[in-house]
């Protein structure tokens, strides 16, 4: 049995390396499908901001740094929005346990973000995320130009410097 | 086995030497190691560890190149840390997939995780930092023939620490199968509608060969064969609506007979329903969830107790907490049967209003209540016991005269000028110790109480104080042992250094040593990479994420962990 | 058209899904002979009672008369005592004769071995050793069955109910053992089915071949021998309730005929501490 299981690897494996060629995707995203908020499904690798560069959060109810992050975001968010047309993709891992928070918290702390539900992992397993809280930019081609992990007070201060850069189309070292 | 790995191993390392990969792919992935080094301490009960340091590492590695993606996770655990099973000591590769996209049909081969609905019936997932991972190594097929159905279909066995599943029968086969509706991309005409609808319903089977399980009459000698049904089936349906700013979810799933370790092997069949209802509007979100649980622990392996081997997933219905003494009395699910709802309220008050001040607060109240199932015996079998019996039979809307958890809690958040913000937590808790295991002892009352001051140094440097306390009548056992408090101090430099000292003051034991549990940690971040060193005591006790709790045993000594992504 | 195809394929994976359902009956296998089933009690007892084991056979001459004598002892001693006609050695080896009628029973032939009743008639009352032997001879039967009720010690008593199913052809009996002492030794229990009024052949001294000799409480096939009851000591006022299954013997000319013989013995010494009877 795990013969089959280690053959039929094997076959998807390099079916997929040589066919894999036809299809270059618009986003570097995974296309993993996850929930909104509303129930809707979507394709990470359809996550844009009309064409614009935008963020990833990924966060969960439990995690205090990842709350403090999103507050601290959530204020200066208005004046972010006027300067660059920022849009932040907030992705919850929260799973059945507490998901049923995740919809009171977003409106009762009146976050502005896309809020996202991956519930069992998978795009946090996709996109190498450890532990949240951790931050992705990416640019307007869908390429991950940015990652950060923790929060500390005074990170939301780095995320928009490179952002502004990243709006620029500089190069980051 | 190694053999396939090594190989997908180096095609991936070598793709990664050409800047675009290897006809235009990407290599990215993951890594985590833990370092323990902890001595003896009779005092707090730290055990001897014969090992000069106990290691957990892994790394995953993910290769993608559009719809196509495979990797694979190596892990070691050379010893495994405290806190995590002994059987998990060795090295390999434990993960390995590949996974291909053509139109509508998703195919994955090899090791994955999935979850149908909430996971009531079926959920494989990880948790590397509790040691639990059920992860299935089969087949997986996702399909999306029209937009708003999805379909998913999986065959397969669960993972096992080291053991190769495949090669013994003692190892259940899952098969399953979940489909989901979402009614407004179906139907065209109402996709707008302020009425968003979605269903969907999964059937799960377990096939596991029937065991020679006998019950003996002490008094004739007789033995009595239990007749195991090989496969147990499980069904679920769910339904989740939401109209302009209230919400409803709602799932129900049943079981078939499973007599199991861990239901005494009672031939009683399953049943659990998860409710919750909510209302969201800008600036206050409230929620309700109710659930019941009756005979649901599902596992792919019979005579399992213990974490692994879970087929679903059964959450508890307590708030999850972030501040130690808080979470110092846990709650996990009973799976043989509980009752038990949860209420959120949270609310900012607006910026600029009295209560709210210059900057707004944030209120945050949970209420949540635990009680066991009506439960009436019925008849024991010839051994005096129940095992091979319907077990019990309970009344689906009665609630059982046991409470084993309340509490009521009480969040403020306040930022009371550009260089402070100031978090205030209350929480009153009802345990009953009956739900770890200590039946017969004295209900714990607490009363818990955390102040949280952050202080902005300049832009990019803060201090933040952290104060606890816990009071409680009860202190009779090692982990009931009267009042605490903790105090907690941390540095944040620049974002990319951090200091933190921590001290947590058993003071109120008036039966042991007042122990102090003193804590160092010092880390470092830059980009995606971390280092942490922690140095001191760690008292015995609960890690509990979503539901599931590892005992963590109390370990004096250091902790380091470097994590990185790539 | 291509998609709901592939969807379809999907559908197979149901017909994997599948669930047993164990009936009740199935939940617990029971070990051989006994059963979860019940039928009422309707036969008490609270007295001790005596079973008196008639080794005879059709060929053996001097049977009748003993056989006549059990017959008046039941008269004179009325349910205090339990008659069992055991049909084995030699004497009851069937023939054209008596139209290749066969009364033994396995456990019967090995009884009359381990006892020491080879040559008929032998009895053997409550299988107490009386002198040496186990064997008493029909002469003494009276005064050994009065000695026996005098001086044995009332230890438990059997209630019995019994029903044969027609429906599957097989006797439920259920027993409530009650015990009225302690008792130490392990304990076994027996549960066998006795035929009466079966007419056949019958060689006498009277008259050479009696070809219309009505045998009665006959030991039949398939019977429940030396189960354990219990096998660590018995405290007083323990009661072990148990339910037995019987084949019925095929042999078995009329079952309203028949009746259920319970006997409980002592493990060690072989001793009959308590029997009862129920009709059919």
């Known amino acids: 049995m795990k013969k089959l299981i280690l053959t039929l690897v094997a076959l998807v494996f390099s079916f997929g390396i040589l066919s894999a060629q036809d299809n270059q995707p618009k986003s570097e995203l995974p296309s993993i499908t996850v929930k909104t908020l509303e129930g809707k499904s979507i394709k990470a690798s359809e996550f844009s901001n009309e064409g614009k560069p935008y963020v990833i959060c990924f966060w969960a109810t439990w995690c205090k740094p990842c709350m403090m992050e999103l507050n601290a975001m959530a204020e200066q968010y208005e004046d972010w929005q006027e300067e660059t047309g920022i849009k932040i993709y907030a992705v919850s891992i929260d799973d059945a346990r507490t998901c049923p928070k995740v919809k009171p918290l977003v409106s009762g702390s009146d976050w502005p973000y896309e809020v996202i539900l991956d519930q069992n992992s998978e795009l946090k397993r996709a996109l190498g995320v450890n532990n949240p809280p951790h931050t992705f930019i990416i640019n307007e081609k869908g390429e991950i130009v940015w990652q950060h992990i923790g929060y500390a007070p005074g990170d939301e201060e780095n995320l928009i410097e490179v952002f502004r850069k990243v709006i620029k189309g500089e190069e980051l070292k | 086995m190694k053999k396939t790995g090594l190989i997908l191993l180096l095609v991936i390392i070598s793709s990664n030497a050409f800047s675009q990969g290897i006809f235009g792919g990407k290599v990215t992935g993951n890594f985590q190691m833990d370092l323990q080094m902890s001595k003896e301490d009779t005092v707090i009960g730290a055990e001897k560890v014969n090992e000069k340091a106990l290691m957990n590492a892994f790394t995953n590695i993910l290769y993608t190149n559009g719809d196509f993606s495979a990797g694979m996770r190596f892990e070691a655990y050379l010893n495994p840390i405290l806190g995590f099973d002994k059987q998990y000591k060795g090295a390999g590769f434990a993960y390995r997939f590949a996974s291909y996209k053509k139109d509508f049909l998703e195919i994955t081969a090899g090791n994955f995780y999935e979850q149908f609905g909430s996971g009531l019936v079926f959920r494989s997932y990880e948790e590397r930092n509790l040691g639990l991972d059920n992860a299935m190594d089969g087949l997986k097929v996702v399909a999306r023939p029209i937009n708003g159905l999805t379909i998913k279909g999986v065959i397969g066995k669960q993972r096992y620490y080291w053991e190769d599943v495949w090669a013994s029968d003692d190892f259940g086969l899952i098969r399953g199968i979940d489909a989901e509706f979402t009614l407004n991309s179906l139907i065209k005409s109402i996709e707008n509608s302020p009425l968003q609808v979605n269903f969907g319903g999964s059937f799960v089977s377990v096939y596991q060969k029937a065991e020679n399980r006998f019950i003996i009459d002490p008094v004739s000698g007789d033995s009595y064969k239990i007749n195991t049904p090989e496969n147990i089936g499980s069904g679920a349906a769910r339904v989740q609506m939401s109209y302009k700013a209230f919400n409803l979810n709602a799932e129900y799933a049943k079981k078939g007979q499973d007599p199991n370790a861990v239901n005494g092997y009672i031939f009683r069949e399953g049943q659990a329903a998860l409710i919750s209802a909510g209302y969201a509007a800008k600036g206050l979100g409230i929620n309700v969830s109710a659930k019941r649980i009756d005979n649901m622990s599902s596992k792919s392996k019979r005579n399992e107790t213990g974490n692994m081997l879970n087929v679903n997933y059964l959450p508890a219905l307590t708030r999850q907490h972030a501040y130690s003494l808080f979470a110092m009395y846990p709650y996990a699910t009973q799976v043989n049967g509980e009752v038990g709802i949860q209420a959120d309220i949270i609310y900012k008050i607006k910026k600029g209003s009295m209560l709210g001040g210059k900057y707004g607060t944030d209120l945050k109240l949970n209420y949540s209540r635990t009680m066991s199932i009506e439960n009436e015996s019925l008849a024991p079998n010839p051994a005096g016991n129940y095992e091979g019996t319907d077990g019990y039979s309970s009344s689906f809307f009665k609630v059982g005269d046991e409470l084993y958890f309340e509490e009521i809690n009480l969040e403020v958040s306040k930022k009371l000028s550009s260089d402070y913000k100031l978090s205030f937590m209350y929480s009153y808790q009802t345990f009953n110790p009956i739900a770890i295991g200590h039946p017969g002892e004295e209900f714990v009352y607490a009363n818990v109480f955390a102040a949280d001051l952050t202080q902005k140094l300049s832009k990019k440097n803060s201090l933040r104080y952290e104060l606890q306390l816990l009071l409680t009548e009860q202190d009779y056992g090692e982990w009931a042992a009267g009042d605490w408090i903790q105090g907690t101090v941390e540095y944040n430099l620049g974002g990319k250094f951090f200091a933190a000292v921590s001290d947590q003051w058993n003071y109120g034991n008036a039966h042991g040593e007042k122990v102090h549990y003193y804590n160092l940690s010092v880390g470092y971040t830059h980009g995606t990479s971390r280092v942490q060193i922690s140095y001191g005591k760690q008292r015995e006790g609960i890690m509990c994420i979503g539901g599931v709790c590892r005992m963590v045993p109390a370990s004096n000594g250091l902790f380091a962990t470097i994590t990185s992504s790539f | ?280």
């Open chain 3, 1 to 280: 058209m291509k998609k709901i195809l592939y969807s379809l394929l999907l559908i197979i994976p149901i017909f994997w899904i599948s669930c047993d359902t164990i009936e009740d009956d199935q939940k617990l296998v029971y070990p051989k002979g006994q059963t979860r089933e019940t039928t009422p009690i309707t036969v008490t007892s609270s007295k001790q009672r005596v079973l008196l084991e008639d080794f005879t056979g059709w060929r053996c001459t001097n049977c009748p008369a003993a056989a006549e004598k059990a017959t008046e002892l039941i008269t004179k001693y009325g349910d205090s005592l339990v008659v069992m006609a055991v049909h084995a050695t030699s004497f009851a080896k069937p023939s054209a004769e008596n139209n290749n009628v066969d009364f033994r029973t396995e456990y019967g032939g090995q009884w009359a071995t381990y006892f020491g009743c080879t040559s008929l008639p032998a009895g053997m009352i409550n299988r107490t050793k009386i002198g040496n032997a186990y064997k008493v001879n029909d002469a003494s039967w009276d005064i050994s069955i009065q000695n026996s009720l005098s001086t044995k010690e009332h230890i438990m008593d059997i209630n019995l109910g019994a029903v044969h199913r027609v429906a599957d052809n097989m006797i439920l009996v259920s027993c409530e053992n009650e015990f009225l002492k302690n008792y130490a030794s392990p304990t076994l229990i027996s549960i066998l089915v006795l035929e009466s009024g079966i007419i056949g052949v019958q060689k006498s001294n009277d008259n050479p071949l009696i070809e219309d000799y009505e045998f009665n409480h006959v030991l039949r096939k398939n019977g429940l021998v030396d189960y354990f009851l219990s096998i660590m000591p018995i405290s007083k006022g323990q009661k072990i309730n148990k339910n037995y299954l019987i084949d019925i013997d095929s042999d078995i000319k009329d079952i309203k005929k028949c009746s259920v013989v319970v006997f409980v013995t002592d493990a060690e010494t072989k001793e009959v501490i308590q029997v009862n009877t129920i009709e059919l």
